[in-house]
């Protein structure tokens, strides 16, 4: 994944969630956006995703697939806080629900977010404080570290933990296919 990748990733998820304004980021931060993935001999392959580690496999956040459709969502959620379709891209519409929101295209899912207020994240059914620290033990290796959080991946599910840069605190979480970076 190259430094722009990365840029039109936080640029659209910054522009989905209403998160402020995109910052240039450090040298340190550029530096790291160009380091290669990690290798075989690692934790993490593509080959075996995270089943040598035993970390989660992020096939559901809270409760909720990648593939899942509308009526699954509504079936797990019952029905949504808000509905928000957005101004710019119609087809996209945010889901929001007490412990998640969900944008969706036409049908599909493209992102689960999960706020750091709701206080925990559920992946693949385990409880997990959304403690940064708690959530690195768990996760173990990542497959990038950026200037606003952390990224792991597994085959094709990725999930970026937001902090803030001042604190280090998680402020959100966020679930997505690789494809729609």
């Not at 957005?86 to 992102?111: N, Q, R």
């Not at 409880?127 to 597994?154: A, H, Q, R, T």
Request: glycine share 8%.
């Amino acid at each position: 994944m190259n430094r722009m990748s990365w840029i039109v990733t936080i640029t659209m998820t910054m522009l989905l969630t209403g998160i402020g304004v995109f910052q240039a980021a450090p040298d340190e931060a550029a530096l790291a956006m160009t380091q290669a993935p990690l290798t075989e001999t690692s934790a993490y392959t593509e080959a075996d995703g995270n089943q040598a580690t035993g970390q989660p496999h992020f096939q559901t956040i809270n409760g909720l697939s990648l593939t899942d459709d509308l009526k699954t969502v509504f079936e797990m959620k019952g029905q949504p806080l808000s509905i928000k379709q957005d101004e710019i891209l119609p087809s996209l519409k945010t889901y929001t629900f007490e412990d998640c929101s969900i944008i969706m295209t036409d049908g599909s899912i493209e992102y689960v977010v999960v706020p750091a207020s709701v206080g925990k994240l559920d992946i693949d059914g385990q409880l997990l404080p959304m403690d940064i620290v708690k959530l690195k033990e768990k996760l173990g290796k990542p497959y990038f570290v950026s200037e606003d959080g952390i990224v792991y991946k597994d085959g094709v599910n990725v999930l970026k933990i937001y902090t803030d840069t001042v604190s280090g605190k998680v402020t959100s979480v966020h679930y997505f296919h690789e494809a729609a970076q």
